[in-house]
């Protein structure tokens, strides 16, 4: 998966099997690739596991959401130990809302969910609070697109999806701060491969 992210290239290649996941990047002060990160994405059998109730949906999204968030707190508490650090830190109080449509909208982008549970993931998002839809609008490459877009009740941010129109394949996820600065990723293409391709950045 090609991918624009701020002012950087990045290829991601995922392992449907076992969730691995391969990162190459190019730009300025970045690594060109990344330790392989292990089981770190969903794999192929996890998203057809996936109910596509939408109570049941969004029960699944709330609980994958909150025990990501507690692994994420638990691992910067580690390092902060290691580091000799006491491990103070300070999380946003997310709402159920808000936990919801980020779970959701990383799940969207990701190739290998299919257009069931992608359908079920639309009907999650159209249920929650404060989402608004732009079915005319366009990305930051000029792409037609349907916007999806809610502000989290907890930072005031303002997280942004566009998905195609014609397939739903997500264009660009974004997020726009108070003070009007704007972190986006461009998705450029998506392709299959039986084996892990080399790092394109590497000269």
């Known amino acids: ?12 290649v995922l392992d449907s099997v076992t969730g691995d996941v391969w990162t190459y990047q190019r730009g300025a002060g970045v690594p ?6 292990r ?26 959401a909150k025990e990501q968030q507690a692994q994420a707190i638990a691992e910067q508490r580690r390092d902060l130990a290691r580091a000799g650090k006491k491990a103070v830190i300070h999380q946003p109080r ?12 990383t799940l969207l982008w990701h190739p290998l969910a299919g257009p ?13 609070p404060g989402v608004r839809v732009d079915s005319h609008a366009r990305d930051d490459l000029g792409r037609p697109a ?20 014609e397939t739903g394949a997500v264009l660009e996820t974004a997020f726009v701060y108070q003070d009007g600065t704007k972190g986006t990723d461009l998705y450029l293409s998506v392709t299959s ?8 950045y590497r000269h």
């Open 116 to 128: 069931e549970l992608r359908s079920a993931l639309y009907k999650v998002l159209a249920a929650t």
């Open 94 to 105: 997310l709402t159920d809302e808000d936990f919801v449509f980020e779970q959701a909208t």
């Open 193 to 200: 491969r039986n084996t892990v391709p080399a790092n394109p």
């Open 32 to 37: 060109s690739e990344l330790p392989v990160a």
């Open 39 to 64: 089981h770190d994405s969903p794999t192929a059998a996890q998203f057809g596991a996936m109910p596509t109730d939408t109570a049941a949906l969004r029960t699944l999204l709330l609980k994958q």
């Open 146 to 165: 349907v916007e999806i877009s809610r502000t989290a009740t907890a930072t005031g941010i303002e997280d942004q999806t566009f998905e195609n129109p």
């Open 1 to 12: 998966m090609a991918e624009k992210q701020d002012n950087y290239a990045r290829t991601s």
